[in-house]
């Protein structure tokens, strides 16, 4: 199948207009202006991207990933698929330890089978200072143990775990982590400057939601934001939604960082889903124009996103270049996360694309070669 657009972004470069050749499951070639014979497909005007990657994500559909079943994971899965998300992770809150271990094991078969891309756990070894939507009572210091629990648990499908370097234990469990082959990101953390640079030279190598739920900024003190945007290996994800972050932060992170900058959801329960009163993990939520807060403190947790949404903010609202949040949204996570043959429109990665109209909504979602 040849795909012809008015535009395609690859992400490495844009092509105006462009095509695409597509054979089973796999991109074969790509290229500019006309294509080689004629298409089969014709998108004048729609700019053709690759599918996104979202590296946290939460829930979506009404179902989240906390409750560990394969019909929860599918519809969270289906419903982000439907929004341009082709490869997606799915977050952990934080929980029990045995609650996580069950979970866990759980969604590693899907990770298996192919619905999941991996698992993120987000707790529980996070700062009570900042605990935004996790449950106070269960966050704990990280002991070599139970790290080591959860890691097996997960049968190679861990990616990514996040945790306050600052807490007791905190440095080792960012090295135990790493030497799993696992990324470590700062994140729910009270850490200092020099703690988070501590871990960054330990091997973290993320920021989790920069600037949320973590010290901010400050001249004299300026804390883990300054350490992840200065360190030259560092990503940074942004929840580019308008209540997690001001556009201008948004602008100040990615221009910053455009090849270290992912766009992340961290979507709940509710995001293509109706407001209503939801929980994420043990937590109750109350979603009310669209905005996710808990119900007892009204904090903010999570977000109602969609990937598509995301990219429309950073582009249309914060201001940046299509092809620098396109990037953010595909190529870069697939890069944080080491995973192959996603991200980008490229001979032999997976035909996983999006078509987008001039007010860049989803039109139509390729996955693996097929429409969806």
Same mark, same amino acid.
């Given at each position: 199948m040849i795909i012809t657009a008015g535009r395609v972004v690859t992400p490495a470069r844009v092509f105006a207009p462009g095509? *695409?050749?597509v054979e089973g499951e796999q991109v074969t070639d790509v290229g500019p202006g006309a294509p080689p014979r004629p298409a089969d497909v014709e998108l004048q005007g729609a700019t053709v991207v690759p599918g996104y990657v979202d590296a946290h994500v939460h829930g979506g559909g009404g179902a989240s990933f906390d409750t560990g079943t394969a019909e929860a994971a599918e519809t969270v899965a289906a419903v982000h698929l439907a929004h341009g998300t082709t490869t997606i992770m799915a977050s952990l809150v934080t929980d029990t330890t045995a609650e996580l271990d069950r979970s866990v094991r759980e969604l590693a078969k899907l990770a298996a089978a192919g619905t999941l891309a991996g698992i993120h756990l987000e707790g529980p070894w996070l700062?009570?200072?900042?605990?935004?939507?996790?449950?106070?009572?269960?966050?704990?210091?990280? $002991?070599?143990?139970?790290? /080591?629990?959860?890691?097996?648990?997960?049968?190679?499908?861990?990616?990514?775990?996040?945790?306050?370097?600052?807490?007791?234990?905190?440095?080792?469990?960012?090295?135990?982590?790493?030497?799993?082959?696992? *990324?470590?990101?700062?994140?729910?953390?009270?850490?200092?400057?020099?703690?988070?640079?501590?871990?960054?030279?330990?091997?973290?190598?993320?920021?989790?939601?920069?600037?949320?739920a973590m010290r901010g900024l400050h001249h004299r003190e300026p804390g883990p934001g300054a350490a992840l945007l200065e360190h030259p290996d560092a990503y940074v994800e942004l929840i580019a939604d308008g209540a997690h972050l001001h556009p201008a932060v948004v602008r100040l992170a990615a221009r910053? $960082?455009?090849?270290?900058?992912?766009?992340?959801? /961290?979507?709940?329960?509710?995001?293509?889903?109706?407001?209503? /009163?939801?929980?994420?993990?043990?937590?109750?939520?109350?979603?009310?124009?669209?905005?996710?807060?808990?119900? /007892?403190?009204?904090?903010?947790?999570?977000?109602?996103?969609?990937m598509a949404a995301a990219v429309r903010y950073a582009v249309r609202v914060a201001g940046l270049p299509i092809e620098d949040v396109v990037r953010a949204a595909t190529a870069t996570p697939a890069a944080m996360l080491g995973l192959d043959r996603v991200g980008a429109l490229r001979p032999g990665y997976f035909a996983d694309l999006v078509v987008l109209d001039d007010a860049l909504d989803v039109t139509r979602v390729m996955r693996r070669g097929r429409w969806v």
């Open positions: 095509w *695409v050749h700062s009570p200072k900042h605990a935004g939507a996790h449950d106070p009572a269960l966050l704990a210091d990280p $002991k070599p143990a139970e790290v /080591d629990r959860l890691v097996e648990a997960a049968d190679g499908h861990l990616r990514m775990v996040t945790l306050a370097p600052e807490l007791t234990g905190g440095l080792d469990a960012v090295r135990r982590v790493t030497a799993a082959g696992i *990324v470590a990101a700062i994140g729910h953390t009270d850490a200092s400057y020099d703690v988070a640079r501590a871990a960054l030279d330990a091997g973290a190598g993320v920021g989790t939601h920069l600037f949320n910053a $960082k455009p090849h270290l900058t992912v766009l992340v959801t /961290d979507a709940m329960a509710a995001a293509g889903a109706e407001d209503g /009163d939801y929980r994420l993990g043990p937590m109750r939520v109350q979603v009310r124009g669209g905005l996710a807060t808990l119900a /007892d403190t009204g904090a903010i947790a999570g977000s109602t996103l969609t």
